[in-house]
């Protein structure tokens, strides 16, 4: 991780906190699983690739997310969730 501002180990400026996490959906289960994640984004390319970890898999199925934003472009979609507490 970097140590940027908003990042951990990084300076506070401003207002702007968050704090961004990379990793595969391992990872981002592992994080969704402590509640560590307020909002996700998603970058979704349709490539079946046969095999691989599943993302939300083993989350709690309580688990809530409020769609903030959806974005189609040419082969790709964007798209980012809230956590909804």
């Not at 990084?10 to 990379?22: I, K, L, T, V």
């Not at 046969?50 to 974005?71: M, S």
Request: aromatic content about 4%; glycine content about 16%.
């Amino acid at each position: 991780m970097g140590t940027g501002a908003g990042e951990p180990g990084g300076p506070r400026q401003g207002r702007d906190h968050r704090r961004r996490c990379g990793g595969g959906a391992e990872a981002i289960n592992q994080y969704l699983a402590a509640e560590l994640v307020e909002e996700i984004e998603l970058q979704v390319v349709p490539i079946l690739l046969g095999g691989g970890a599943r993302l939300f898999a083993d989350v709690d199925p309580g688990l809530r997310l409020e769609q903030r934003r959806a974005v189609d472009a040419p082969g790709v979609a964007h798209l980012r969730y809230r956590v909804v507490k």
